[in-house]
Structures are given as structure tokens and as C-alpha cells.
């Protein structure tokens, strides 16, 4: 049974505080390993998709890393508009991506 | 970009009604996803559909049914509520790629009473 688990539950930070989340997975077969971000009130908004230990993607003040057994969603200099709730799913196997299995997520407050 | 509509932002139901919460995406996916989202819980799959008229259960379908008539449109029936269905209903879509994201709409707030 794939499994899911973000770390911290929640995350306070200052405005241009540095730092990372985590997301540890156990899964058979990773074929896709994917972020989101999710605001009060909305549905997730898909963020990055990474595929194999090694790879990393960036958008803006964002970078997710990918290892054998975590992915990390790195926060440089954040602003308060950073604030959400970040979803970290992995998808393995023979499943469709969409056949997601999601952490509880990490709720960052950034504070100006 | 992908836009998946939830008809309804809040309903207020009672126990024992039949209940139907309409999707709508308007970028010819192919797949289309019914989750549910509750505090300490996450999100769970409920059910999901690859093409039309097909439709495989998820991870907790007991209570809910589904209906993909048209391609664009995904339909979740909770045949009687009840107040443990009190949640925050979530639909997406994704295309028929292997690995393609989910793309959200911005959820129903259902509250059985």
C-alpha cells in the first residue's frame, strides 16, 4: 500500500525565512511523485511533477527535490502570498497519476 | 488553461436525501476523479472514471455512486446522506497521459444535518 507522510504538520516562518518541507513516500514503482498547493476554500493547484531520484524542478521562489524515499519542497526568501497549504501525492505501480495517494499535507504560514 | 467547475460552493442537506454534485472540465480530459477532504483524514478517493459511461471505485465508494453520461461531465450521487458525508468534495481531471497532474475544481461543502 502506497503511503504518504509530510512533515512539519504546520510550518511558521518571517517573510524571507529560508526553509524546506518534507515528504517521505513508500510506494512500488514511483511513477510520478507530485506537489500542490492549496489555499483556504479552493481546490489544489497542481505545482510540480518529479519522476526519478535526482531530479529537481523550480518555479519562482519554490525547488522540489526528489531522493529514493523523500522529495523536499525548498522555500527561499518567502513572502506572505507563500502562505497555503502544500500537498505532496505519489502515484505508483500500474495506477493512473490520478489514482493519487496524498500526505495530510504541510500548512505554511509566512508572516511579514 | 484547465478548468474544472464544481456547480455548487456550499450545500446544506438532510439525512436521507439523495444528493448530486456536478463536474464539469472543459479541456477533453479523458480521466475525471471524485475525492473527499477532511481535517486529519486528507484527501481519499471516492471514485473515478477513465472514459464515459465507465466508472471504477476508489478508495471509500460505499454511500456514493457516479454517472459519466458525457465526456466533459462527472457526476457524484450520494444515494442517501447521512451526516458522516458532512465533507468537502473535491473533483478533478487529468488527461489520458500516464503521469498527468490532477486538475482541481475549487470543491462543494457539503453539510448533512
Known amino acids: 500500500e502506497d503511503q504518504v507522510t509530510q512533515s512539519p504538520e504546520a510550518l511558521r516562518l518571517q517573510e524571507g525565512e529560508s526553509s524546506s518541507l518534507n515528504c517521505s513516500y513508500t510506494v512500488s514503482g514511483l511513477r510520478g511523485l507530485f506537489w500542490y498547493r492549496q489555499d483556504p476554500g479552493k481546490g489544489p493547484e497542481f505545482l510540480f511533477t518529479l519522476y526519478s531520484a535526482g531530479e529537481e524542478k523550480e518555479k519562482e521562489r519554490l525547488k522540489a527535490t526528489l531522493t529514493k524515499k523523500e522529495s523536499f519542497l525548498h522555500i527561499t526568501a518567502p513572502k506572505p502570498e507563500d502562505s497555503a497549504t502544500y500537498l505532496c501525492a505519489v502515484s505508483g505501480g500500474s495506477t493512473n497519476a490520478g489514482k493519487s495517494t496524498f500526505g495530510d499535507g504541510t500548512t505554511l504560514t509566512v508572516k511579514p | 488553461d484547465v478548468k474544472v467547475t464544481q456547480s455548487s460552493r456550499y450545500l446544506v442537506k438532510r439525512t436521507g436525501e439523495k444528493v448530486f454534485l456536478e463536474c464539469v472540465q472543459d479541456m477533453d480530459h479523458e480521466n475525471m476523479f471524485w475525492y473527499r477532504q477532511d481535517p486529519g483524514l486528507g484527501l481519499r478517493l471516492i471514485y473515478f472514471s477513465y472514459d464515459v459511461k465507465m466508472k471504477e471505485k476508489g478508495d471509500i465508494p460505499e454511500g456514493y455512486s457516479v454517472s459519466r453520461e458525457k465526456k466533459e461531465r462527472f457526476s457524484l450521487i450520494l444515494e442517501s446522506a447521512s451526516t458522516n458525508q458532512t465533507s468537502m468534495y473535491l473533483c478533478?481531471?487529468?488527461?489520458?497521459?500516464?503521469?498527468?497532474?490532477?486538475?482541481f475544481g475549487n470543491g462543494t461543502r457539503l453539510t448533512v444535518t
Open positions: 478533478a481531471s487529468s488527461s489520458g497521459q500516464d503521469n498527468s497532474p490532477l486538475h
